[in-house]
């Protein structure tokens, strides 16, 4: 159950079998069914989930209904609201499973506790943390300065896999348009 964790981790920095265990001693196994909600928007993000398997969508919703996705998480993501989980405000965001999901999840004190004490995870997390802003940051770059089709393009060339596990209206969504412009970048972009 926690292999996937592991090599997670170690892709980044090595860590001891004795390090991993009390690190494992802080995350909980949880499923999700497709559907199921691992936090909502207007509560607060009271837990980090590392989803061991499955597909899982973050969006916002808005007061009229639009939904506003910002990104897909798949295995081997982390998600949560972190400025909620840290400031315990409020998430803006909703987290939904798009497939079956397993998660590894631990609460705000489990986490802070093995951040702080195991020196690897530690090591880890602020890595992870620090390429996460910079990949944020470039995404709201690219999203003002790329044409839908062009996000879409560099979509697929990053993740090809993606269109066969998201469904077109999410993917839609993500990108800033309409299903059906979708369906026309779709369909102009086949090869014969």
């Known amino acids: 159950m926690f292999q996937r964790l592991r090599s997670h981790i170690e892709a980044i920095t090595p860590i001891s079998d004795s390090e991993f265990a009390r690190l494992t001693a802080h995350f909980q196994r949880r499923t999700l069914k497709r559907k199921e909600h691992f936090y909502r928007q207007g509560a607060v993000c009271r837990a980090v989930g590392f989803i061991n398997k ?3 969508r973050n969006y916002h919703l808005e007061e009229d209904g639009e939904e506003y996705i910002v990104n897909f998480a798949f295995e081997e993501w982390w998600v949560a609201d972190l400025q909620s989980f840290y400031l315990e405000i409020p998430s803006m965001f909703n987290v939904q499973a798009l497939e079956d999901c397993e998660l590894l999840v631990s609460s705000k004190r489990e986490f802070e506790t093995a951040v702080a004490r195991i020196a690897p995870f530690g090591e880890f997390y602020r ?3 620090s390429r996460a802003y910079t990949t944020s940051t470039l995404n709201i770059v690219f999203e003002r300065s ?3 089709e062009e996000r879409y393009n560099k979509l697929l060339a990053r993740t090809p896999w993606i269109v066969d596990r998201i469904p ?3 993917l839609a969504s993500y990108l800033g348009i309409k299903p059906q412009s979708l369906s026309r970048i779709r369909k102009k972009n086949r090869r014969p």
């Open 54 to 56: 499955g597909c899982m």
């Open 127 to 129: 890595a992870k943390i």
């Open 146 to 148: 790329e044409t839908a």
């Open 168 to 170: 077109q209206r999410y």
